[in-house]
């Protein structure tokens, strides 16, 4: 739809995220004392991939009614990325997600003016992470600050078709869960025709 995000071939205006986001803020540590068996989801580098939140594996908290606390808590919209070991992983975070928050590998990046789907996408394809990897500080341990953040430049199409491939990212996103669920019940039905003709009851 956008094509080539490294060479810009259709000319789309540009701009520096820093202007698209009307918060951007990261996890803090500290939480290790207020990890609990159920609470609220923690989110964790694990589970921002490619353009994918990955909620197979969390982590909960019982969070302190603290000012910290409510800066580090995720909004519907809000995009995740990385910003440090494998840096810039996407993920945006969807109105199903009941309360969370991040931990310090993360970052919240809350758009104005850009899709927050689109913004994902683009951070998450070659073109963004081109320029994730520059901003890497390298040395000991890789990390991104909030003026790399801010400093990546955003290709912006119209809005409206943005818009466009968030609806067919989602429908793409919901027909992949189709399939999946199916394989699993397939398998199901194997694994049980199997163990039934290794009993004799066939």
């Known amino acids: 739809m956008f094509g080539d995000p490294v060479t810009n071939p259709k ?3 540009v701009k520096p995220l820093g202007e698209l986001l009307a918060f951007l803020t990261s996890g803090s540590r500290g939480w290790a004392q207020h990890y609990a068996d159920s609470g609220e989801t923690f989110l964790r580098i694990q589970n ?3 353009d994918l939140l990955d909620l197979s594996d969390v982590a909960f908290v019982q969070p302190p009614d603290s000012a910290e606390a409510r800066r580090t808590e995720t909004k519907p919209g809000d995009v995740l990325l990385s910003i440090t070991a494998d840096l810039g992983r996407t993920a945006v975070v969807p109105a199903s997600l009941p309360r969370a928050f991040i931990n310090q590998h993360l970052a919240i990046l ?4 850009v899709n927050a789907e689109y913004l994902s996408a683009f951070l998450a394809s070659e073109g963004g992470q081109l320029q994730v990897n520059r901003r890497n500080k390298g040395g000991v341990k890789a990390g991104l600050n909030f003026d ?3 400093s990546v430049e955003v290709l912006l199409p119209p809005v409206a078709a943005q818009e466009k491939f968030a609806t067919a990212k989602r429908r793409i996103r ?3 869960a189709d399939i999946e669920r199916a394989l699993l019940h397939d398998d199901d039905l194997f694994n049980s025709l199997v163990a039934r003709a290794f ?4």
């Open 174 to 176: 919901a027909t992949n």
């Open 48 to 50: 921002v991939r490619k």
């Open 148 to 150: 790399d953040i801010r």
């Open 11 to 13: 000319g789309w205006p």
């Open 199 to 202: 009993a004799g009851e066939l």
């Open 110 to 113: 809350r758009p104005q003016g």
